[in-house]
């Protein structure tokens, strides 16, 4: 497997909930060589989620930006703003650098984050992230055909 679509969150918790929101929506479209799932923001399982594969595409709710905007970025630095990459007690990015350290990381991650507006108790998205669900799944799209689109490329060079 190459690439990997992981939707990050709590469905019970709001707009942590957007993360498995979005990746269902990937996972309906039945695309060729993509795996998707649903995981929960623990590391472990984060590691496990990505293990084989050459791209991993997360999604999820970022605290502490502006409630619907979706940002897409790459994971492998220290972000100026870690708050920002996600709703969870240990972030994406403190998980990437522990994966790192034991040797557990895809080629590239990429984060498709989308601002919370509320990560309480309860089912259903706040109304700026439902509304924000579709220009999150055309990110993780693009992504895809941009790394389908690469995976092409050496075989139709003529050498």
Do not use: K
Request: glycine share 10%; net charge negative; charged share 20%.
């Amino acid at each position: 497997m190459t690439t990997v679509v992981i939707g990050v969150g709590n469905e019970f918790r709001r707009d942590d909930g957007v993360g498995p929101a979005v990746a269902a929506a990937v996972a309906a479209r039945g695309l060729p060589g993509v795996r998707v799932l649903t995981c929960a923001a623990e590391p472990a399982a984060l590691l496990d989620a990505w293990a084989g594969s050459r791209l991993a595409i997360l999604i999820d709710a970022a605290v502490g930006d502006e409630p619907g905007r979706v940002r897409t970025a790459p994971l492998g630095e220290p972000p100026d703003t870690p708050e920002r990459l996600s709703s969870h007690d240990l972030s994406l990015w403190q998980t990437y650098r522990l994966g790192r350290e034991l040797g557990r990381v895809p080629d590239a991650v990429l984060v498709v984050s989308v601002g919370a507006a509320d990560t309480g108790h309860g089912a259903g998205l706040s109304p700026a992230v439902a509304a924000a669900l579709p220009r999150a799944l055309d990110a993780v799209l693009t992504a895809v055909g941009d790394a389908l689109a690469e995976r092409e490329e050496p075989a139709n060079q003529v050498p």
